[in-house]
């Protein structure tokens, strides 16, 4: 079975300065990885996914994520983040068979 | 269009209440999902149907009863709800139920945010 882990609960940053979610995963076959973003008090939108290809993948709103399989992660990264960054932030995973799991979010909060 | 619309947004109902909440997609899905998410928690799993058949029942309550008229639209019944069901519920869809094809991203509506009093 698939898991989903995201070892940081909340993430407080300053606004402009970088920031990195982390995500990893288990899985025993191939396994396609999403981020969502839930803005306050809003429905789940899609981030960004990695399904194939290109290990890097990148959102139209400046983050990006790795895919790094050796290291069963797909950490979410901005290099400089606004206070409107300001979210609960889900990692996902999906492999043959199952349902998407959800790891249990992490809330980033850009302070001024 | 990547849109999945509910309806209602709130729902404030009593104990006693029938009521029902309503999603529509038109991506061609053929996979249509309810979930429940309570405060600063992932979204849970309830239901899922695919190809309008119930798939997946992930032992929820009988007080909530999925139903899916046709293959754009997914409704959820809610009798004799207690205050403990008090949640967002959230109905997404996908290209289908499992990852067997590249790109079967599920997609999320707004939410319905239910209060049972």
């Known amino acids: 079975a698939q898991s989903v882990t995201q070892l940081d609960s909340q993430v407080p940053v300053f606004e402009e300065a970088p920031v990195e979610l982390r995500c990893n995963y288990s899985?025993?076959?191939?396994?396609?990885l999403f981020w969502y973003v839930q803005y306050p008090n809003q429905g789940l939108q899609l981030l960004l996914k990695y399904l194939s290809g290109s290990t890097l993948v990148e959102s139209i709103n400046g983050f990006e994520a790795e895919f790094n399989k050796s290291q069963t992660s797909f950490h979410l990264r901005k290099p400089s983040v606004h206070i409107s960054d300001t979210a609960e932030y889900f990692c996902?995973?999906?492999?043959?068979?199952?349902?998407?799991?959800f790891g249990p979010g992490t809330r980033l909060s850009v302070l001024p | 269009d990547t849109e999945v619309t509910q309806t209602p947004k709130h729902l404030v109902m009593g104990m006693t209440n029938k009521k029902s909440l309503k999603c529509e997609q038109h991506?061609?899905?053929?996979?249509m999902y309810w979930y429940k998410q309570k405060a600063k928690k992932p979204p849970e799993l309830m239901f899922v149907?695919?190809?309008?058949?119930?798939?997946i029942n992930e032992s929820v309550p009988s007080r909530f009863s999925p139903e899916c008229p046709n293959s754009s639209l997914l409704n959820l019944h809610l009798h004799a709800l207690q205050p403990e069901d008090s949640a967002l519920y959230l109905c997404?869809?996908?290209?289908?139920?499992?990852?067997?094809?590249?790109?079967?991203?599920?997609?999320f509506g707004e939410g319905s945010w239910l209060t049972v009093v």
């Open positions: 899985s025993s076959v191939s396994v396609y």
């Open positions: 997404a869809s996908s290209q289908d139920q499992s990852g067997a094809y590249s790109g079967n991203t599920i997609y």
């Open positions: 996902a995973a999906l492999s043959y068979g199952q349902n998407f799991v």
């Open positions: 149907y695919s190809y309008e058949k119930l798939s």
């Open positions: 991506m061609g899905h053929r996979a």
